[in-house]
């Protein structure tokens, strides 16, 4: 997987955690590009996912059993639940994150501009 470093991928044992950190991987790489909206969108569906994902594990037994396959359904049911948060504004943490984008980018312009 390019872009993530090999002692983050080793890490992250599952095959969720691999998807997130790739996720993360190409959010960071939009941010980089300029494109703040789209990097904070990615990022509040991110952060909405792990959410849902680490609320999800609290539950015993969780949604799906411990049955063959109930990982791919739970994977599924974080993604879209996750989505959904962040589609519905109900967290509301991309307009945080454009603003810490827009601050980082400032520092970078006047850091920049002092060399």
């Not at 190409?26 to 703040?36: H, Q, T």
């Not at 991110?46 to 949604?63: D, H, I, K, S």
């Amino acid at each position: 997987m390019d872009g993530i470093p090999a002692d983050i991928l080793a890490r992250t044992g599952d095959a969720a955690s691999q998807a997130s950190a790739v996720k993360a991987s190409l959010a960071k790489d939009v941010a980089a590009s300029g494109d703040k909206e789209r990097a904070a969108k990615m990022f509040e569906e991110l952060l909405a996912t792990l959410l849902v994902r680490e609320m999800r594990r609290g539950l015993e037994g969780g949604f799906f059993g411990t049955g063959a396959g109930s990982d791919v359904y739970e994977g599924w049911l974080d993604e879209h639940v996750g989505r959904s948060l962040s589609d519905s504004h109900a967290l509301d943490l991309a307009q945080s994150i454009r603003v810490s984008l827009g601050a980082k980018e400032r520092v970078n312009t006047n850091v920049e501009n002092e060399r």
